[in-house]
């Protein structure tokens, strides 16, 4: 099995490329580091392909977006404004 804290930066990656985000600079890196290792290529294919942990995936990229110290995303949207009160 592979470290967590080794995986971090593929999972970012992978990540990435779920959502489309991904540089050509990262497509490399990506590519490099499946390259270099078969549990690699394993861990890859159990992140996009396993039913349900492109959506754990996503989730850890979500935590990731947050800053240090304080339980926010960074892009927060503005309140939502209600009509309560309103006729």
């Not at 078969?38 to 996503?58: C, E, I, V």
């Amino acid at each position: 099995m592979l470290d967590p804290q080794l995986i971090q930066r593929p999972a970012e990656l992978i990540l990435k490329e779920l959502r489309g985000e991904q540089t050509e600079a990262e497509a490399r890196e990506l590519q490099e580091w499946l390259s270099a290792d078969p549990q690699h290529r394993d861990f890859y294919n159990r992140m996009t392909s396993a039913p349900g942990l492109q959506s754990r995936l996503k989730q850890f990229g979500s935590r990731m977006s947050r800053p240090p110290g304080n339980g926010s995303p960074k892009n927060t949207f503005p309140p939502r404004r209600t009509t309560k009160g309103r006729r």
